[in-house]
């Protein structure tokens, strides 16, 4: 069933889903990669979808597949396809000019963070709501991390206490992030970076262990077994 997105929400939802999936190994774009049967993206979307706050969906899709991501979409909620870019900034930037009027909290998310769940959707955006500029989802480092030389050699050890792994969905103010893409020269791993380079303060919300990214083939393994904990949601 086609899940209805809210037309009073205040949130745009931006889907990167444009990357190749070079280190998942061989078999096409990540986003259209198989989880349980069904593609990656197909996962990412029906949670976003599932989230109260939602009025708009805008996913970046490979540029030759955009027809097919459109007809896999439209029986999971009414999404806009556009191209994507060949940097995920590009793709994030090539999301954002295709967002309607009313919206003013944008969340920015990875197809490949399948798994994460409405919940974590509706913290983000409620956290901007409540007044934040930008807002990341963030977990604890559980690693000790070291700095090591190219060749192999530990420089140091780094205060683990003080260092947090970012998620998506990263969500802002509209205003904000539009600013920081307007000015971007050189392309980041998340938005957060382009806003913090323009002096916004972002916060941060508790993230999701099931909105860990899928980005190599044991990850992909490890959420074939998360999908099993964590079933599809019902659509709103
Ligand atoms: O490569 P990485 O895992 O960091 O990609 C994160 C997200 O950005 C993925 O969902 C991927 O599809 C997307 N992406 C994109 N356009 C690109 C590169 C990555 O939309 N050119």
């Given at each position: 069933?086609?899940?209805?997105?809210?037309?009073?929400?205040?949130?745009?939802?931006?889907?990167?889903?444009?990357?190749?999936?070079?280190?998942?190994?061989?078999?096409?774009?990540?986003?259209?990669?198989?989880?349980?049967?069904?593609?990656?993206?197909?996962?990412?979307?029906?949670?976003?979808?599932?989230?109260?706050?939602?009025?708009?969906?805008?996913?970046?899709?490979?540029?030759?597949?955009?027809?097919?991501?459109?007809?896999?979409?439209?029986?999971?909620?009414?999404?806009?396809?556009?191209?994507?870019?060949?940097?995920?900034?590009?793709?994030?930037?090539?999301?954002?000019?295709?967002?309607p009027a009313g919206p003013e909290?944008i969340l920015v998310h990875d197809?490949?963070?399948?798994?994460?769940?409405?919940?974590?959707?509706?913290?983000?955006?409620?956290?901007?709501?409540?007044?934040?500029?930008?807002?990341?989802?963030?977990?604890?480092?559980?690693?000790?991390?070291?700095?090591?030389?190219?060749?192999?050699?530990?420089?140091?050890?780094?205060?683990?206490?003080?260092?947090?792994?970012?998620?998506?969905?990263?969500?802002?103010?509209?205003a904000v992030l539009a600013a920081?893409?307007?000015?971007?020269?050189?392309?980041?791993?998340?938005?957060?970076?382009?806003?913090?380079?323009?002096?916004?303060?972002?916060?941060?919300?508790?993230?999701?262990?099931?909105?860990?990214?899928?980005?190599?083939?044991?990850?992909?393994?490890?959420?074939?077994?998360?999908?099993?904990?964590?079933?599809?949601?019902?659509?709103?």
């Amino acid at each position: 069933m086609t899940a209805q997105l809210n037309p009073r929400g205040d949130v745009a939802v931006l889907v990167p889903a444009a990357g190749a999936g070079v280190r998942l190994g061989p078999g096409g774009p990540k986003a259209l990669r198989r989880l349980g049967g069904e593609p990656l993206l197909v996962h990412a979307v029906r949670r976003v979808a599932a989230a109260p706050s939602v009025h708009t969906i805008v996913v970046a899709a490979p540029p030759a597949d955009t027809d097919a991501v459109r007809g896999l979409l439209a029986p999971i909620a009414a999404v806009t396809v556009v191209a994507g870019g060949a940097t995920r900034q590009e793709s994030v930037a090539a999301a954002l000019v295709a967002v309607p009027a009313g919206p003013e909290i944008i969340l920015v998310h990875d197809a490949a963070r399948a798994l994460t769940p409405a919940a974590l959707v509706e913290s983000v955006a409620a956290a901007v709501r409540a007044g934040a500029d930008a807002v990341i989802p963030v977990l604890q480092v559980v690693d000790t991390v070291k700095e090591v030389s190219a060749d192999g050699v530990v420089l140091g050890t780094v205060d683990r206490s003080a260092l947090r792994a970012v998620q998506t969905p990263q969500g802002f103010r509209r205003a904000v992030l539009a600013a920081a893409h307007a000015t971007a020269v050189d392309p980041l791993t998340d938005d957060a970076g382009l806003v913090e380079k323009q002096g916004v303060r972002v916060a941060c919300v508790a993230g999701s262990e099931y909105a860990r990214k899928i980005t190599r083939p044991f990850d992909l393994a490890l959420a074939e077994h998360l999908l099993i904990a964590a079933p599809a949601p019902e659509p709103p």
